[in-house]
């Protein structure tokens, strides 16, 4: 079986490759093909990919190639994990933002939009391109803003492409943990939003819902990551746990307060780390693997580092600092290629499953997964501040598809305008204004 991973040079791309190793069954992945338009990324990667196979038999075969269409040919499966812009591109997305006041994470608010904007024609592109010659491959989408990507993407590949995040399968499995659950496969989450926009709102363990125990117990309750970030009081007054991302909603003041007084934003600081480790593969005695390990550790360790000092949240637990998207990735795949029935949350078509918006619309829900694709499952309809959230962001994120599909600038800044963490018409124009002067690949916007 072949998986293509575009943006094969990507730093996490070892994660994927380190889980394949781990898959021993029949009808296993046997050849891995990574796809960047940097051959020395290319070339940094796949050493490290050497060093992780060492000693491993029946390892998958690698293979790495500039040329888009000679990696999607023939593929069974497609990994999408491209950022448009690099690193750079994001460090000016959160630069922008904030020098207007407002808030420039990669997939929240203006930034998201900008990275959106820079994002959907490319991945348009991509997604006509395996219409054409791979009509059969299943497309992964892992790039951001991945609700966002997946929508544009599942206009041309219906659902053959499905979109994934580890966000809610961490959140759950926090949850599951500090519950006593002792194996989270048997917990049932009650998980419904957009990505990166998403509530908690249940826990079944055999049949029973254990989340009202937890929202009853304020030192419980306080114990874990999320409970540290949002505080015990909003959780218990929300009824429900929210996905990380919902800080820079409902704590943005502070969120951007924070991000404006760090000597680097996130994007600044990646772009630095990760410049120095593939300047370190440049050495032909470097030890890819330890470097890389040693990079990964750092990455993972400060991860929305400026919201957990906000809320006085303190370091990230040692069990949450293992990533998991890889895994979800394996585990969709793994369920279609040999028709293992499980049940993740994905990005997926709405189809009815929330009454709020239309069955175009691309939202995170738990599905359940076959040979057939994935199949959101029926929930219940959210509280209203919810649905007002998810009904603006949604609005947002059509807007940017229209834009991209125009090419309109007038479009672009009513995206950016319409948005709830954008505060007026004028600060909108001067983001479209900003990124446009930074971004080569805005200049389609007329």
Not at 90 to 114: F, M, P, S, W, Y
Not at 393 to 398: G, I, L, M
Not at 401 to 412: F, N, Q, V, Y
Not at 436 to 441: I, K, L, R, S, Y
Request: with cysteine.
């Amino acid at each position: 079986m072949k998986l293509t991973i575009l943006g094969g040079g990507g730093f996490r791309v070892p994660l994927v490759y380190g889980a394949l190793l781990g898959d021993r069954a029949e009808g296993r992945v046997t050849h891995v093909v990574l796809h960047d338009l940097d051959a020395e990324r290319l070339s940094a990667v796949t050493r490290v990919l050497a060093e992780q196979a060492a000693g491993v038999p029946d390892a998958p075969a690698v293979t790495a190639t500039t040329d888009l269409d000679e990696a999607l040919t023939g593929a069974d499966f497609i990994f999408s994990a491209i950022r448009v812009g690099g690193l750079e591109g994001r460090a000016n997305d959160e630069r922008v933002a904030l020098d207007e006041g407002v808030l420039g994470q990669e997939t929240v608010g203006a930034g998201g939009i900008a990275y959106g904007l820079r994002t959907v024609p490319v991945a348009v592109d991509i997604a006509r391109r395996v219409a054409r010659l791979a009509p059969d491959a299943w497309v992964i989408n892992f790039t951001n803003p991945a609700g966002l990507v997946t929508e544009a993407m599942s206009r041309h590949l219906g659902d053959r492409v499905i979109g994934i995040c580890d966000s809610p399968v961490g959140l759950g499995r926090r949850i599951a943990r500090v519950l006593g659950v002792t194996n989270p496969k048997e917990a049932w989450i009650d998980y419904v939003g957009l990505n990166h926009l998403g509530w908690v709102r249940g826990l079944r363990v055999a049949g029973r819902d254990e989340l009202p125990r937890l929202l009853a117990d304020r030192d419980l309750l306080g114990s874990f990551e999320e409970g540290k970030l949002f505080g015990v009081d909003w959780l218990q007054s929300l009824g429900a746990i929210p996905n990380e991302y919902l800080h820079y909603y409902y704590f943005n003041r502070e969120a951007v307060r924070a991000y404006q007084a760090v000597e680097k934003t996130r994007g600044a600081f990646l772009k630095d780390q990760q410049a120095h480790f593939y300047e370190e593969m440049r050495r032909p005695d470097a030890h890819a693997l330890k470097a890389w390990d040693r990079t990964r550790a750092e990455r993972e360790a400060t991860y929305m580092s400026e919201n957990r000092e906000t809320a006085g949240a303190g370091e990230r637990d040692a069990d949450d600092l293992s990533g998991g998207y890889e895994k979800v990735a394996l585990a969709l795949m793994r369920a279609i290629a040999r028709d293992e029935r499980t049940t993740l949350i994905l990005n997926v078509r709405n189809k009815g499953t929330l009454s709020a918006l239309d069955t175009e619309a691309v939202i995170e829900v738990p599905c359940l997964v076959d040979a057939n694709g994935a199949h959101p499952v029926a929930v219940a309809p959210l509280p209203d501040h919810a649905t007002g959230l998810v009904c603006a962001v949604k609005a947002v994120e059509r807007e940017v598809l229209a834009a991209a599909e125009a090419g309109s600038r007038t479009t672009a800044v009513k995206a950016f305008a319409l948005h709830p963490l954008v505060d007026s018409v004028n600060v909108a124009r001067r983001l479209v204004e900003g990124y446009t002067e930074v971004h080569p690949g805005l200049a389609y916007l007329k």
